[in-house]
């Protein structure tokens, strides 16, 4: 990705954890974890991995799902709220640049999934590896 958009989405920061926070709170709360008013103490760890995976050159790889084995983490909601956040965000500064050759503008739209996907995939599989052990656990104590 051009680092002058790069750049735009890293101005904008404050308008996409506005957008972000505003997605996250129309989701469904399946958990206590799920609560966007805990969630949104996420958002800075998450975006400046982003803007740093995003300035660095990258293998690129399939593309990549956000899931989970049992479809209640609480990150689904977080990761595919800033997704479309991230995503709205591009594209606004992609129409300002009239100079952008769709196949380009594509590749950014994808390499931008990818990133944050790829984050999502270890943060919801770290998370579920967890609830997994704890059940586990908890499992072996009262049985």
């Not at 750049?7 to 709360?29: D, F, G, Y």
């Not at 790889?61 to 990761?79: K, Q, V």
Request: charged share 25%.
């Amino acid at each position: 990705m051009e680092e002058a958009f790069i750049h735009t989405l890293r101005s904008q920061r404050a308008q996409i954890r506005a957008r972000w926070e505003a997605l996250l709170r129309i989701e469904k709360v399946n958990t206590p974890l799920a609560n966007p008013d805990t969630l949104v103490f996420l958002f800075n760890q998450t975006l400046d991995e982003v803007f740093k995976t995003l300035s660095h050159p990258h293998a690129r790889h399939p593309d990549i799902t956000i899931e989970c084995a049992s479809g209640n983490n609480p990150l689904l909601a977080y990761f595919r709220a800033g997704e479309q956040a991230l995503l709205e965000a591009l594209i606004l500064a992609q129409v300002e640049s009239r100079h952008l050759e769709p196949r380009k503008r594509d590749a950014d739209v994808a390499e931008l999934k990818q990133v944050l996907r790829t984050i999502a995939r270890r943060e919801i599989g770290t998370l579920d590896g967890l609830f997994h052990q704890y059940r586990a656990n908890h499992a072996t104590k009262t049985g």
